[in-house]
């Protein structure tokens, strides 16, 4: 079993910048995406990047250049760095974990953070 938990949520200014991180705890595995996905008030849930265990990284084509995500194995946690925020980024953020479990991948889910870019 997995547990995500977020943290790094908030209310910030167009232009602003705001950090997520993600703490996987339970059993990880060397194979696990994680990554960070989000749902704007009356819209379906959207990805907005993902990463690998070596780094490697997929952003959404509206958050490149502007949201970077990091991973820390040692700790487990998946970071989200959100610069240039602009009110559409206004969403519920959900950190997630994907694993191949050579049937299909099984997704965990944090309980989700609110990010508010308002002035």
């Known amino acids: 079993q997995v547990q995500l938990v977020e943290s790094g949520g908030g209310l910030v200014q167009p232009g602003g910048s705001l950090r997520l991180s993600c703490a996987a705890s339970g059993s990880i595995f060397s194979i696990d995406v994680m990554g960070w996905y989000r749902r704007a008030p009356g819209k379906q849930r959207e990805l907005v990047a993902s990463?690998?265990?070596?780094?490697?990284?997929n952003y959404a084509g509206s958050v490149k250049g502007r949201f970077t995500a990091s991973r820390d194995n040692a700790k487990n946690t998946v970071y989200l760095q959100m610069n240039s925020l602009k009110p559409e980024d206004t969403a519920v953020y959900y950190c997630?974990?994907?694993?191949?479990?050579?049937?299909?991948?099984?997704?965990?889910w944090g309980q989700g953070t609110q990010v508010t870019v308002s002035s």
């Open positions: 997630n974990l994907a694993r191949d479990s050579g049937r299909g991948y099984i997704n965990y």
């Open positions: 990463i690998t265990r070596g780094g490697n990284t």
